[in-house]
């Protein structure tokens, strides 16, 4: 174990984003772990734009970005067809969901829906015993104005809308529920929060204690309660596509599909997930990535409901429920420099575009659905027919 | 609905990654949205590298990439200090995991232990009933050792190791489980459980059908399966904390860090997530955006058993197990050159060094745990005893 | 196959639980299986009191009751000292339970607590698009009153307090939540749902389709949504033991007793269970064959959450949650003969009692889980000091 | 608070069992609680033969038996035509299981099969750190034939077949799985488990710490680790319905019963159910009563697996998958009086039939499930077409 001071890492107080600051650390780095850190040090970013996105900068993360689409998005906030940007470094992800874009876009577009939208933080209360939980639980209700105007007092675009209550031993748990404009919302919900529990201690009679977060907001973490009660925002994409259209596509029937989904579903419900679809991670960490959302949402936002039917024609209902989309194109990393290039590219940047952001998001993950659904339903044909009686002696 | 046409994103059929082809994809984007895609298409990378990784290449994401550390890891696969790249746009990120990798420095710093390695493919088999679904399970055993050939011949580095068996209806879930070396492994083993799949199909005597995957190995989708079974690395870290120290550094007891850990258990219990701990997927998911991993895989690798005793002395046992952490050193995007430079950073390019990385990010997971969870319980005590007597008239 | 008419189960259409009726069953039975029938033949009960309970009556089971207590029970509808009749044939049960309530009588007995009470049935409502689903939720809220009514006509007991709504794809899942009085209530929700289904398709503008259960309220089965939100009756539990009693009386140190504990909790994490403690099914359902529950109800009234607490002092605090218990005072099988009889015993026959008799099987199942939780921990001590010492040469 | 000794329950330690303990008893509850117990205090069961069942016996509990069926099983233990005993108070369940069983039997009958059969003890082990317990993982490979003997010493009918383990912290989880003959297996397999445990404490040369169960075998508690792994038989019943046979019998066409059937499916996967049925608990608990089984099992033994498929022709696949349902023909309560009788009345008392009697538990609840869930999907029709109709003026 070295010395500490030898491995402190150097940082500037006058302005840890200056040129010096950032080449200090550079040689530091290198010395110590012998990396060139050339390319991370290659960037057209204005490091002065940092402070509140990262600290101790060192330079960047290049990731590369490929353009899925054209998407047709029949929506209530976008409207139209959009070129994606999605940043990934897994092949075939751009090729696959393009592939998924183009049926989609033949079969008239992807219709979207925003059925929802609250952010929340979810303090629990501790009492002598579950008799004052429960009373604090009325209390709350009687007191409901006095809390969120406490609660409002620290943002100007957040709005308590609702606290839920949850039941246990001797705490009551709770979910402060929050509209939060174009902000994804979790820095604002937390200093609301924050100042309404305080509102609460100095105010309630009787004895309490309350921690911020009793793990029922699951921030970066994906569950049941979030997926039911939606945290962000709750997006419906669908569309109903033609049997002839997706065989000639994707090669495969749609009772083939229809059938594989099944299987699916109840392997989804075994395995215990938070998707019974495919791979909505795949195409929202891409976007998110490009968009500069907080990609640590991944976590929740990749939860997924999917639902299916066979219409008696043969056609094949498809859809997907994002339940806890945590999006925005205000704050966070959506000005930086190429984040904000995207979300230009899809006509989100800034105020009113969150909930057009949600719908094109929603819709690219649908897209992706189906094109590696068919793909996995179409290869035991390949392999079945195919490719076994051409490679084997 | 515009022609499709109009819309079409160029491609170059010779070299769709040379700089006339990546210039006709930007100006088409440039002129259909009017974004100006400059800092996108600013870069040091070589777009002839990015064949396998990416398609229809406009540019690359700029993501700011922070200095955290050092982080003291008592590994058997990484030993010493580590100088941490996190690439993210979350303000505070950097600086509170290097707030609790210094506790945990302080304290002799982080033990680590990867005890469990697998990836898998997950095919569900179907049967006219449910007695042959039973009988092919026999068959499976009998023939094993046929079927892991056939797998291996698609692969180099992976090895069949077992296949775990799921009854329903007249269905057979199943799981290859394979290692995968330095790779995550997940399109190695998708070509080899087909292979086996094409060879059970070819060999087994009776009807069956399969599908490469029954939602059992939930690639890209959180789930309990993978969290009792394992997918990619299963690795602990652990780290005992004296009182004093916790209190010194974080301003808490351990005792109330203790009751706190407590209500969040079961708050974690009752909503029913993946993760009873902090915000895994904050420091996983800007390492794997820094050094290329698949980020998607944040949404299974993020999932968290945490577990912490508070020691009759008052020392504080924390730990975290990560059941499904998917990384790799070798293939995907950890060649590119930012990320190769940032696993160079970390010692842990190429071959030998997945679990090397492995061990580090369960370490800074750790530490970033007992940094916020310090951080939830102390501001009650800043609250009440502190702000509100000063803020308020 | 035999010929349908000759194994037709005779049934006698004027008055089928007259005593020749039942001897003609009891004969057919006989003649076909070869079974006696002697026992199931012999009971106190009037079978003119079964209409309404069963179908095609043949007999009784003679399931043993054993008497646990005295139960000391602090509640607010349940005060003192109470014999608690177990219907059971599991050796040890009543034994182990009163060996619980000794000790928790010894500490003061045990603090009850019903913090929630409610029933629900669960529509799921089916539009052409998530849009009309959205539009559909807002309706409701603006009908509520109507609703309301339309599902009083059928019920003078239970009352609509809520409609609880989830959006997935075109749907709206909801929960419609009623109190039922002393009642489970289970019909009487179906009934007043069912009516107020009726009411909305014949008065709802638009297009719509319902499904009087869309799995929502999970009759019959333990679920997430039913832990999160009530089923019946959420009753807490709670009781402190002096660290000194719990080592006399159960031979282990509260340290241990937690340690364990937190153990336990873990592995109910990793396992995914409805129940993070140790056999509440076995005393809730001996209690509810005793008292005319509807037994199957077991598998959501068995669901728990328990907490546990080691205080500074070395004592233990122990508490337990049932989130959805289902009982009733009045209806179903209360009114049988021993099963009034038991409900007797515990001074909850008939009106007003619901409540009493959900803090009884609170505190019960409380006192069982020490006993049980002490005897799984006392065993190691056992194991090691003593047992092997003697019994290996 | 009474004095204790004052409430003391009678007891005789010559024997307990006797007429004159047990009018104690009777007499005490009288007294004390004002309950006359003529009813309870009537039976024909001899209780001498109650020791090992029942503790503190005052009585029983009449519960009245419906007969059910015929039920057409061609299974592989159970073959033909079954007369179903049926123990509950709950109006209507003998008739609706009644009518599924016609249908399936003029569907030709109900294929059952029993894929899979183990129970389990779950101890966890603790190490100093993860290391330890990955090291012990390996010895449990190297030493598992004498840690069968040890357990194999305790029992003659059960074997231990395998030990599960499950890392996370500085513990290793196990579940060691055995079959169990015709007995349930609770106790037999925690006697065994006991014994291999106390062999390993001795044998193994590092430090270990064990608890007899760390909540991964999860008796009389549901949980997802049984239900992919099984507890108890794991048994599949499955039958396919002529659309025209279930349009004449049930009133519903089978196109509206699976499209019901994928509502119910996407709302169990959402409520997070351990039960994507209907009410599987409903049969499962009145033959448990009626035939001596442990009834607090009807927690896990009613998880359910459903699947179903509305072929080209319009035909109904319907199947259901019990993961985790104990049965017995041996031990426990199912020598009784009327226990033995109901067990006679199946052909399934002793040795050899636990498959017999599963297989018909598993088809009763087949038919349940195809009853209601017509019953369900009936009533819109009705209520549109119909009964509003009329009742509205």
């Known amino acids: 174990m070295r010395d500490e001071n030898e491995l402190k890492i150097p940082r500037d107080r006058t302005d840890d984003y200056a040129p010096g600051a950032i080449a200090a650390r550079q040689s530091f780095a290198r010395e110590y772990a012998?990396?060139?850190?050339?390319?991370?040090?290659?960037?057209?970013?204005?490091?002065?734009?940092?402070?509140?996105?990262v600290e101790n900068f060192i330079g960047v993360a290049q990731v590369p970005i490929?353009?899925?689409?054209?998407?047709?998005?029949?929506?209530?906030?976008?409207?139209?067809?959009?070129?994606?940007?999605?940043?990934?470094?897994?092949?075939?992800?751009?090729?696959?969901?393009?592939?998924?874009?183009k049926l989609c876009r033949a079969a008239g577009g992807i219709t979207t829906t925003v059925v929802d939208d609250k952010m929340q933080r979810a303090p629990v209360f501790t009492f002598p015993s579950a008799r004052e939980a429960r009373d604090f639980a009325?209390?709350?209700?009687?007191?409901?104005?006095?809390i969120a105007a406490a609660a409002q007092e620290t943002t100007s675009s957040g709005r308590l809308i609702?606290?839920?209550?949850?039941?246990?031993?001797?705490m009551l748990y709770t979910r402060f529920n929050y509209t939060t404009g174009d902000a994804a919302g979790q820095n604002m919900t937390g200093k609301a929060t924050f100042a309404a529990c305080a509102w609460i201690k100095q105010n309630y009679p009787g004895e309490l204690h309350f921690l911020l977060e009793g793990q029922f907001a699951t921030d970066k973490k994906t569950s049941v309660v979030n997926m039911l009660h939606t945290r962000g925002k709750r997006v419906v994409a669908e569309i109903t596509l033609p049997a002839a259209l997706v065989e000639e596509q994707m090669h495969?029937?749609?009772?083939?599909?229809?059938?594989?989904?099944?299987k699916g579903q109840l392997g989804a419900f075994m395995s215990v997930t938070n998707n019974n679809g495919n791979h909505s991670a795949n195409g929202i960490t891409a976007i998110f990535i490009a968009t500069g959302q907080d990609v640590a949402n991944v976590a929740e936002s990749s939860a997924l409901y999917g639902f299916s039917e066979l219409l008696p024609n043969g056609d094949f209902y498809a859809s997907v429920t994002l339940p806890s989309l945590i999006v925005a194109t205000y704050g966070g990393g959506t000005g930086l420099a190429t984040q904000r290039e995207c979300l230009e590219l899809l006509g989100c940047y800034g105020t009113g575009g969150v909930?057009?952001?949600?719908?094109?998001?929603?819709?690219?993950?649908?897209?992706?659905?189906?094109?590696?659904?068919?793909?996995?339903?179409?290869?035991?044909?390949?392999?079945?027919?195919?490719d076994l009686g051409r490679n084997r002696p």
């Open 138 to 146: 009325g209390w709350l209700d009687e007191h409901f104005d006095e």
């Open 66 to 101: 490929g353009l899925a689409g054209p998407l047709l998005v029949n929506g209530e906030h976008a409207h139209g067809d959009f070129l994606v940007p999605m940043a990934t470094t897994e092949g075939t992800l751009v090729a696959s969901y393009s592939r998924g874009m």
């Open 355 to 386: 909930h057009k952001l949600a719908e094109i998001i929603a819709a690219t993950v649908l897209a992706g659905e189906l094109s590696l659904g068919s793909a996995v339903v179409a290869e035991e044909w390949v392999q079945a027919h195919d």
């Open 34 to 53: 012998g990396s060139s850190l050339d390319h991370v040090g290659t960037y057209s970013l204005d490091p002065q734009a940092l402070p509140g996105n």
């Open 252 to 262: 495969v029937s749609t009772d083939k599909l229809f059938s594989a989904r099944l």
């Open 162 to 170: 609702e606290i839920q209550r949850f039941f246990a031993s001797k």
